[in-house]
Structure formats: C-alpha cells, structure tokens
C-alpha cells in the first residue's frame, strides 16, 4: 500500500460507522476521490478541523488495490475556512460549490482547473460573501470546464448575433436561440443576463465584481447554468433550494 501525498480540497463528509468518517475530496493531481478517515468523529482526533467543507488541506492517504475507497492517514490544514462558514448565507454558498463538485466531477478525472476555480470562489466569499455574481461565475465555469455550455453569444441554430435581444433555450439544455429559430414552449433569457455571463466567461472574478452586475440578470445567468448543471448530473441539487430560498438575503 504506497503512501501518497498531495494538496486537496474537502468537498463533503458523511459520518461512518461509530467514529468515522466517510470524506469525499478533491486531490489535485488525481481528481476527486473517496476515502475513509478512521476515527475522525472521536474527541482528541488527529483530524482535527482538517475535514472541514472547502477546507484547503495536505493529505496523506493509502491506495488499496482492491478497494474504491482510500485510507486517510494524516491531513494537515493549508487554508480553513471554518470563520467563513459561521456566515449562514456563506455556508449555504459553501455548500452548493461543494454539492455542485462532488456531483459534477468524475471519479480519478484530474481536475486543477476546478481546484483552483474553487479556491478562488471559497476566498471570494470570504471576502465579498456569497453574492449571487460570485456563485454565477463559479456555475458558469463549472458547467464551462466540464464541456455542458455552448455559446453565449450567437443562436445555435442561424448562427443570428444574441447581443440586442433576448435568447430562448429548454429548460435545462444550454443550447440558445433567437426569436426565429426558438421553439413554441421555450423559456426567454434576457439579453442583461447572457452580457452577465459573457462578462464572467470572458475575463476574471476580480473584474466581473469591478462591473458589480445587477441583481436581477445576474439571478437569471446562475438559474440558468444550475438549469444545466442539474440536468448533467440528472437530479436536483439540494443546496440549490436552500440557496434558492434564503436569496432575498443574499445580494
Ligand atoms: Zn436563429
């Protein structure tokens, strides 16, 4: 059983047994993995506040050959952010970048464009809280990197300029439209809201914020992207609803 070490992200942990614990995490070389820390759940464990959510970590783990899941020896903690999630409405956000990883990556695909997106969102949060144009960019990444979004900026079927009009697309599928080519049921995305998107497609966070987008397109953009996000991954996000729901207090 060879010994590894690397830097990795927590994404989610779930109890195990009488004192374990069950953690899914991000290892930056070999993508997302699953592993068991022994013990983890007993006062005085050696884990500590390393198993945190998003919690930016050295890990040392063993490889079983004949096993799915790892076995976590040691983690050592490179960044918390435990004072963030004491926010409710930054642990909600924390959540749903957790729950939109865990559920959007394949098992052992390397990753480091989404490491690093991560720890670029989770700092952001820090900083600016969970606004609904730092969630927008991290979806609109997310669902981009994965290969889920198309073009935001002409219809997929004339190829029409989307710039000065509203786009229509189906719920859920990333494909747009102009008003020539649109199907009779499809939903309308308002033309502010694709220049939201585009803007966060297009340069950094840091300069999506400088723009500081309004409330309302930049709620429609990340609708849309958790639309197909949640439509990759064939099940609803529950953080999403949480989100969803305490908004009205998260600008
Ligand atoms: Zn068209």
């Not at 109890?15 to 614990?21: I, Q, V, Y």
């Amino acid at each position: 059983m060879p010994l590894k070490e690397s830097e990795a992200i927590v994404l989610r942990t779930f109890p195990l047994g009488e004192g374990d614990r069950l953690v899914s995490f991000l290892d930056r070389q070999v993508g997302r993995v699953r592993g068991v820390a022994r013990g983890a759940r007993l006062p005085k464990s050696r884990f500590g506040s390393t198993l945190e959510m998003l919690a930016y970590i050295r890990i040392w783990y063993f490889e079983r050959e004949t096993r799915d899941l790892v076995r976590i020896n040691q983690c050592e903690l490179l960044e918390s952010f435990m004072d963030v999630q004491r926010d409710y409405s930054s642990a909600i956000g924390f959540a749903l970048v957790s729950e939109i990883t865990d559920s959007v990556l394949g098992e052992r695909e390397a990753a480091d464009a989404q490491f690093r997106l991560i720890l670029l969102t989770a700092r952001a949060i820090r900083v600016h809280g969970p606004s609904q144009a730092v969630l927008a960019y991290f979806c609109l990444w997310t669902a981009r990197l994965g290969g889920w979004l198309g073009s935001l900026d002409r219809c997929s079927r004339c190829a029409r300029a989307l710039q000065l009009e509203p786009a229509f697309h189906s719920a859920g599928f990333a494909e747009l439209f102009c008003a020539d080519c649109r199907d009779n049921w499809a939903k309308s995305i308002s033309k502010e809201a694709l220049s939201v998107g585009r803007t966060a497609l297009a340069g950094t966070l840091d300069q999506l914020l400088k723009e500081n987008p309004p409330l309302g397109p930049t709620k429609e953009i990340l609708s849309y992207t958790l639309d197909v996000l949640e439509r990759h991954i064939e099940k609803k996000l529950i953080s999403r609803k949480t989100f969803e729901t305490g908004e009205s207090a998260i600008g």
